[in-house]
């Protein structure tokens, strides 16, 4: 999701040139991203089962500050997958279309990162469920919490088309898209092209698909990755072209007056302004942000720790609200969810663990897994597969 010579996960050259880190930016959005899903998802301190009481978003804390994350924090999901899309066609696209990284290492890459937090959080929502269950006859938020979706979920296949409604840890449902997208952008740069048309290909056959009413989630998915990857390959283009300084100002110009005419001119009332905001302005941002930022290494050091525990905070947030909202239901107490020190505990202890989580457990097993899966990279090659830690692929 820290480079260091003793990990041997160094950064790949083109990400960090002249004293300054390449991706810092995209970290702090990918960190803006999870706490604006974390703060919308503040809400389920408000469901008894699967159903919200007297649920008022405006009555939530710190409402007039946090309004855009109480309101529209569900969209961080597609943040997430532009940004992904992103690193992985600024890390990956060569390397896949030139067959330096084959199937067995991507396929290593991504389940040793992926999976060991999902299958703990897993286990520990299907046991938090059970006991929400014995109490209360029903499953708290995410109500279908059979074998069959528990199986789904160990393939990371929970959101791929098969299942009844949502399940177990319910927000692992993004990434469930995203690994079928993950296959897509393999085997389309190993069989196919690596070429900047197959993304405009995807955008357009993403418009054909919605003019001809036929959605999904993994579709939605394709469309936003593939947006942060054309968004990618624009940034080394105009690496190489010598206009990057002037193009960055440009973007960075239209990144802040964007949200500016938008308030101005109350663009946001616009039938699904949301969502095609996120289609056009996102990459602007991404784009405008992805360049060299030389920073003191303290400030790095943060900027790449906020960055490393989202993956951690977002799949972690259910399995701790199940367990408080267990633990003051087993204690006969009302949860004290309007109250701003609740709020701010919350918000701490989720932000707290998993720092922890992913230093402590996340690292420490995806190392594992690499060693016992994976043959040792030579030196000149390590440079290139490994999995740094300042970046999500």
Known sequence: MSSGSGSGREIPGDVRRGGGNRLLGLELIRFSAALAVLVWHYQHFSYVGATPMNFVREEQPFYPLLSL???FGHFGVQVFWTISGFIFFWKYRDLIANRIVDGKKFFVLRFSRLYPLHIATLCIVALLQLLYFHRHQIYFVYPVNDLLHFVYQLFFASNWGFQQGDSFNGPIWSISVEVVVYCI???TLRFISRSA???????ALWLAATKAHFFSQITECLLYFYLGGFTAIASKYLDASGFRKQLTIVSALLAVSIPVAVVCCSLYRIRNFDIWFLKLYVPILLLAVAR????GPLVSKWIIAAGNMTYASYLFQFPLQLLI??????SNTPIPYHSPYFFLAFMASVLTASFYIYRHFEMPAQDAIRKKLSAAATPSRRVWIADNRALKG
């Open 69 to 71: 994350f109480y309101n």
């Open 185 to 187: 952008f393999f085997l």
């Open 197 to 203: 048309l197959v993304n405009i290909a995807v955008v």
């Open 292 to 295: 060299d930022i030389a920073v």
């Open 325 to 330: 909202v267990s633990c003051f239901d087993w």
